[in-house]
């Protein structure tokens, strides 16, 4: 009997995870026209639990015809001898979609309804455990970065022609590292999909043993997905002081303008957005490279900023004993002498019209200074303010919040310069 006319109604009972390290096990109820056709719709409900997705019509019937065996039946009956080599030739062709995942199984029970001539099969299946490396991705939200768009090809910088894909690129391998070591996300990387792909095809090769095999299928999608476009502008260089032969003061030159988004990825829905411009005169001369590093890692910083403030700004998650402020955050995130403002949390505030939770109301209760930074943690200082209200749960957010994205400027000075480039001392 073909397997198209097969009526087949499956009882899927709850995934259970078993005691036994590195092995879990499944248990689900196939019900067909025949026994074999029982065990094997018993063995893909099993696999379609463990895999998390449903197995195709297409799929189903090429293990059905490739398992080819008849039951013996009399009164509905089948044999033990002959339920043995069912199983055993029904696992080998549900194996090869397993990838060899499957340890092993055991039937718990069968039976057959005269009234509808069916049989009705309950199997117990062993699969290799979950492989799981470091934290759980599970506890975190995914992000994934893509390459922001330029809106022209190239650019110039003191006379060199400077690459905008290039740049972009740098761009968002430093906004990696940045939101990664925020550690607030479960970050993807797609710039080596295709080295992943082609491990991941190492492992479905049939070669790999079930500790390995079972990490096929967990290549993660992205909840978070951070897109954006850039508008460059040729910097010049500045004018030489025909005195001194130095290079004279310069006005702001507004070299890039990034205009990013945060969109939810299953439904494209915009969660975040903002401006963040460089400024070309705030990064002291030097050589190019140096220039498209800065730049770059100026720009990575001040995004990353922007949505760590508005979607997961920093917390107080612990006081020392010396009375310092354990800020939950490391590694590139904060630096050893600034500055932040310290809110206390009040109460949700919801909009009228829609019901939703805007936000909590803050309330600033002081200032606070970085002094120690570690990979995954900060230590602050208490500079002004009440330290009793910065308790665990706090907000902090750089002074001011949204500055631009510049590098430290030289001290100012006196000395002013007159149009025909001589100099006027303050005295």
């Keep these: 009997m073909k397997f198209g006319r097969i009526v087949a109604v499956l009882a899927v009972l709850a995934l259970t995870v078993m005691g036994v390290a590195g092995e879990v096990q499944v248990q689900a109820v196939g019900i067909g026209e025949s026994y074999r056709s029982a065990v094997g719709e018993a063995l893909l409900s099993a696999l379609e639990q463990y895999r998390g997705v449903t197995i195709s019509s297409t799929e189903r019937a090429e293990v059905m015809k490739s398992a080819t065996s008849t039951s013996v039946a009399q009164n509905g009956q089948v044999d033990d001898q002959r339920k043995l080599a069912i199983n055993d030739e029904v696992n080998r062709s549900v194996q090869q979609m397993a990838n060899g995942r499957i340890l092993g199984f055991a039937p718990l029970g069968d039976s057959y309804d005269a009234a509808t001539g069916k049989y009705r099969v309950r199997v117990n299946v062993r699969f290799a455990g979950p492989y799981v490396v470091g934290l759980n991705p599970a506890n975190r939200r995914r992000m994934a970065v893509s390459t922001f768009r330029p809106v ?64 096929l299928n967990q290549k993660l999608g992205t909840d978070y997905l951070v897109v954006g476009e850039i508008a460059f502008n040729d910097v010049v260089a500045p004018a030489v002081n025909p005195y001194t032969g130095r290079p004279m003061p310069q006005a702001s030159q507004l070299f890039a303008e990034i205009t990013y988004r945060v969109l939810l990825a299953p439904t494209g829905q915009l969660k975040w957005t903002d401006v963040v411009r460089i400024d070309a005169a705030s990064f002291a001369a030097g050589d190019f490279a140096t220039f498209v590093s800065a730049t770059t890692e100026a720009a990575a910083c001040s995004i990353s900023d922007g949505m760590m403030s508005n979607i997961l700004p920093f917390e107080i998650v612990g006081r020392t004993g010396s009375g310092q402020l354990v800020v939950g955050e490391g590694g590139k995130s904060l630096k050893a002498g600034e500055c932040l403002t310290v809110f206390a949390l009040g109460e949700e505030v919801k909009d009228s019209r829609t019901g939703e939770v805007l936000d909590v109301l803050e309330d600033a209760v002081g200032t606070v200074q970085i002094v120690r930074v570690t990979e995954k943690l900060s230590y602050a200082q208490v500079v002004e303010g009440d330290a009793a209200k910065m308790v665990v749960g706090s907000r902090l957010r750089r002074v001011p919040l949204g500055a631009p994205a510049t590098a430290p400027r030289a001290p100012t000075t006196s000395v002013r310069t007159t149009a025909s480039g001589g100099v006027v001392v303050p005295f």
């Design 152 to 215: 022209r090809s190239n650019y110039s910088w003191h006379g060199q022609v400077g690459g905008t894909t290039e740049w972009a690129m740098a761009l968002a391998d430093k906004l990696n590292v940045c939101l990664t070591q925020t550690r607030k996300f479960t970050m993807l990387d797609r710039k080596y999909d295709a080295e992943v792909t082609e491990e991941l095809d190492r492992l479905a090769g049939g070669n790999a043993s079930p500790a390995d095999a079972v990490r």
